[in-house]
């Protein structure tokens, strides 16, 4: 899994394993640790899509419905909008 973000965006690339884990409902969890305190980002399925912080994680978590749309073979991402824009696409190089 890659992140990116800015300002006003977040965006998660995932790869093939991710998908898979995801679709088991086990999350895929990335974590950076600096000296005194750690972030993570997590990436999991739920009620609704949202982005939120728990804690020092930043958790994406996708709807039902959005993540059966991501499951299909042709589409590359899915495109969000809210206190900021946020996206999970597909990593086009290993899929």
């Known amino acids: 899994?890659?992140?990116?973000?800015?300002?006003?965006?977040?965006?998660?690339?995932?790869?093939?394993?991710?998908?898979?884990?995801?679709?088991?409902?086990?999350?895929?969890?990335?974590?950076?640790?600096?000296?005194?305190?750690?972030w993570s980002f997590t990436l999991e399925r739920g009620k609704f899509t949202t982005l939120e912080m728990r804690?020092?994680?930043?958790?994406?978590?996708?709807?039902?419905?959005?993540?059966?749309k991501l499951l299909e073979p042709d589409r590359e991402g899915l495109y969000f909008s809210g206190v900021v824009e946020f996206c999970i696409e597909k990593d086009r190089h290993v899929f």
């Open 55 to 68: 804690g020092e994680t930043l958790i994406f978590s996708l709807s039902e419905s959005d993540f059966l």
């Open 1 to 38: 899994m890659k992140i990116q973000w800015s300002e006003q965006n977040l965006r998660v690339r995932i790869t093939p394993e991710d998908l898979s884990r995801l679709e088991r409902s086990i999350y895929p969890l990335e974590r950076l640790y600096f000296p005194g305190g750690a």
